[in-house]
């Protein structure tokens, strides 16, 4: 069973930073996409930014150039470095992991507070 495991988030103030991590519990050879997603109060799972094994990017427009994704493929771990912070950046923020078979696995989300 994969487990994924998010660390970092926390209560920080407006222009403020903090980085995310999560590290998948098993090696998993066919990991292909890892990502972050988050979800404010009353508003649906969006998402932030993602990072293919070969390193490539997307992001929200809503977080580009202040949030960079970084992955390590030998410690199956995805970061999401988050600068200039808004409290509109409010909510919980989600690992997800797919496979190159199409699963895909959900971190148990952690908490990001912005405040004014």
């Known amino acids: 069973q994969v487990q994924l495991v998010e660390s970092g988030g926390g209560l920080v103030q407006a222009g403020g930073s903090l980085r995310l991590s999560c590290v998948v519990s098993?090696?998993?050879?066919?990991?292909?996409?890892m990502g972050w997603y988050r979800q404010a109060p009353g508003k649906q799972r969006e998402l932030v930014a993602t990072?293919?094994?070969?390193?490539?990017?997307n992001y929200a427009d809503s977080v580009k150039g202040r949030f960079t994704i970084s992955r390590n493929n030998a410690k199956i771990t995805v970061y999401l470095q988050m600068n200039s912070l808004k409290p509109e950046d409010t909510a919980v923020y989600y690992c997800?992991?797919?496979?190159?078979?199409?699963?895909?696995?959900w971190g148990q989300g952690t908490q990001v507070t912005v405040s004014s």
């Open positions: 997800n992991v797919k496979d190159y078979d199409g699963m895909s696995f």
């Open positions: 098993r090696t998993i050879f066919s990991i292909n996409e």
């Open positions: 990072i293919t094994r070969g390193f490539d990017t």
